[in-house]
């Protein structure tokens, strides 16, 4: 008797737990309909655009490999190798400036750490572009920077910064720096700093207490600032467009000039931006599996 | 042979004495202990001892070594980490080979003592373990052993047993002693609680405000507290204001203020030379006095108190009667044994004779001021008027 009653209640459980299961899919459903229409059908679109033939202004209908071949074949490598260059140097970079920030504010007293988050957060109040011509107008030949450096004679002529590939990570840097320290800033946050004492206590100098310690346990905080800083990196257009130069396109730009120049060019446009993606899908499978790799053993 | 010399050591965090000109010498393979309330400055001693801290002032000698100056990772100590802190991304095993990691042993000797550390503290089959899955007494267990495969000559342990429960802490107590008596090393414990210091410890240094108010072995603290702080910090106690009356060749006789006006004399032995008209404060355990309805026999060395019981707290072990005397409440712990002839259970509202012996009198030489501590003027008897208040 009271094993059946007891079977009941189990099977009445698994029934609410199921019934709970329904309703949370059901609060999803909007966040899926949303992607599936602004993102999954997009892509689609953009997917089979790129398989069909370029016309003047638009398309004709009919498949080819043209686009992917062109891609293959390397015509394209400048912009994609640039491209994950910038990426790559902006994502480094940034990681070297923001960890030792993102630590510094983590182990500052609270009210320390609330103004200097504020800080940290302020630049983005202003909008992007504003922000970009600010740079413009202090890397250019006449420029702040060239005049203090005239000024002082540390430079007998003005120095060529802007319009190069080093301004461009320059203000990618700039741009980018908060989307890693944030990251960093909520892992090392949590970091229990006695475990440095004990790493220390050990035997361990600072370094070494670095390196075993502090550093495996952001990791998390690494991945998510570099994937943060990276992927929107890699189809910068905006910063190379006002800062960079014309013998220097990035693959944002090309996409960007194969739509806007006459005549257009949809599926060179569309083959690039899927490219771009499968590479970067590519990219989280290969840091995920290291990410996995690194949480599995770790025995000397 | 002394293992670690402290002279004269001061510590200050922005204007605050933690630690106030302290001086001892530990010997070698003791098990020594700081007792203290929270702020009492031992945890910072020990984290000067372990190089977390620098000393405004004051040498710390380990050894021949003047060890005052050395970073943490230099010193031939070893911390216990009151929280454990266990590196949570590594195993068990890491963790422990941790030190040999870093001073670069060869990975089979890694090993051999890895297991040796293990099977020490009795973990040997939880080496693959994250931190995460272990319980808190397994993770103790792993602390002590990542520690002493340093071979440390000093082993610092602050609050090990904070975290655990009762039992458990009872369990590890034991566990601690055996595992201090198979290394050999000499241990600095530092805890606030009396009776875990009282339990394992060689001898027991009792810090207050920074200081170091009593040193020795935990019988003669708790029998022969220096201090008033003393006497109510270990264990619990009786406090009365007294006056020398009387001075004989090994007695002196006291009398002590009830608060009503009144007053009630007592002998005592005494441990240093008392001058007639001295004020001074007796101690005297609750443990050591004798509760009956009957008036006892023999009374001549022996003081006698009468008192009504106010209340009576059942406590399993013990019972503890609070016996109102004049004003003053007197603690008194009576266990139950049957040993008694008049048998029926003591009552509230019961006038009841107190006893003891007069050697069990303790006398401090310091006068009971009434705001000093948490003592109640109005029950100078019992120090933890405050906390009996709660309980009711």
């Known amino acids: ?300 | 042979m002394t293992e670690i010399r402290i002279e004269n050591l001061s510590k200050d965090f922005d204007g605050f004495l933690a630690v106030d000109d302290v001086n001892i010498a530990i010997p070698f393979g003791e098990l020594y202990s700081f007792l203290g309330p929270s702020g009492c400055g031992k945890t910072t001693l020990l984290r000067m001892i372990a190089g977390f801290e620098i000393p405004r002032s004051g040498r710390i000698v380990l050894g021949e070594q003047d060890i005052t100056d050395l970073p943490p990772y230099k010193r031939p100590v070893n911390t216990i980490f009151q929280n454990y802190s266990l590196f949570p991304h590594m195993t068990v095993f890491d963790n422990v080979a941790f030190g040999l990691h870093i001073r670069k042993t060869p990975r089979e000797d890694i090993r051999a003592q890895v297991h040796k550390m293990l099977a020490l503290v009795k973990m040997e089959d939880q080496a693959s373990k994250y931190p995460a899955q272990l319980s808190g007494g397994q993770k103790q267990r792993i602390a002590i052993a990542r520690a002493l495969i340093n071979e440390p000559k000093v082993l610092l342990l602050d609050e090990p047993l904070a975290a655990l429960d009762l039992k458990l802490r009872q369990h590890m107590l034991i566990e601690l002693m055996n595992i201090h008596d198979a290394v050999g090393i000499t241990f600095i414990y530092v805890t606030h609680d009396q009776s875990e210091a009282m339990s394992i410890s060689d001898r027991v240094a009792v810090m207050e405000n920074g200081r170091i108010v009593q040193s020795g072995p935990p019988d003669d603290i708790y029998e022969r507290p220096a201090s008033i702080f003393s006497a109510y910090f270990i264990g619990e106690t009786n406090l009365f204001s007294a006056e020398v009356v009387g001075l004989e060749d090994e007695y002196v006789q006291l009398k002590c203020d009830s608060g009503d006006g009144q007053s009630f004399e007592i002998d005592s032995t005494f441990h240093f030379t008392p001058v007639l008209g001295q004020k001074l404060t007796v101690s005297l355990r609750p443990e050591k006095i004798a509760i009956t309805r009957g008036k006892p026999g023999n009374q001549d060395d022996f003081n006698v108190l009468r008192g009504t019981i106010e209340d009576i707290l059942y406590l399993g072990t013990h019972t503890q009667y609070i016996v109102k005397v004049g004003k003053l409440r007197v603690r008194v712990f009576s266990q139950h044994k049957r040993v008694y002839f008049d048998e029926k259970a003591l009552d509230w509202e019961e006038p009841v004779w107190l006893f003891w012996h007069d050697t069990d009198t303790w006398l401090i030489n310091e006068i009971h001021e009434p705001d000093q501590g948490n003592i109640n003027p109005e029950s100078v008897g019992s120090i933890q008027r405050g906390k009996r208040a709660g309980a009711n």
């Not at chain 1, 007891?6 to 309909?33: F, M, V, W």
């Not at chain 1, 802007?162 to 320290?181: E, K, Q």
């Open chain 1, 1 to 300: 008797m009271s094993r059946k009653t007891a079977l009941t209640r189990k099977s009445l459980e698994a029934q609410a737990l199921r019934k709970r299961n329904i309703s949370s899919y059901l609060l999803t459903l909007p966040a899926l309909l949303w992607l599936l229409v602004f993102f999954l059908i997009p892509y689609f679109i953009v997917l089979i655009y790129s398989f069909l033939t370029p016309g003047t202004y638009d398309v004709k209908f009919t498949f080819t490999l043209d686009a992917y071949r062109q891609i293959a074949n390397g015509s394209y490598l400048r912009p994609f190798f640039l491209a994950f260059r910038l990426a790559f140097f902006t994502t480094v970079i940034c990681l070297l400036l923001g960890f030792p920030v993102a630590y510094y504010i983590a182990r500052a007293k609270d009210k320390l750490r609330n103004t200097l988050l504020i800080l940290i957060i302020i630049p983005f109040w202003t909008n992007l572009i504003i922000r970009i011509f600010s740079w413009r107008i202090f890397l250019a030949s006449e420029g702040v920077l060239n005049s203090v450096l005239l000024k002082l004679h540390l430079a007998s002529q003005p120095l060529e910064l802007l319009r190069t590939d080093l301004a461009v990570i320059l203000v990618m840097v700039y741009v980018y720096l908060p989307y890693m320290i944030l990251p960093l800033y909520s892992v090392l946050e949590k970091l229990d700093f006695t475990l440095l004492h004990a790493a220390m206590d050990l035997g361990a100098n600072e370094a070494r207490a670095f390196f075993s310690i502090t550093l495996p346990l952001a990791v998390e905080g690494i991945f998510a600032g570099a994937l943060l800083v990276f992927i929107p990196a890699l189809g910068a257009y905006l910063i190379p467009q006002l800062v960079g130069n014309q013998q220097s396109l990035y693959v944002g730009q090309v996409i960007t000039y194969k739509i806007k120049n006459i005549p257009r060019n949809w599926p060179m446009a569309s083959a690039m931006s899927f490219t771009l993606l499968l590479l970067v899908a590519l990219l989280l499978l290969v840091m995920y599996y290291l990410y996995r790799r690194r949480l599995r053993s770790r025995t000397y």
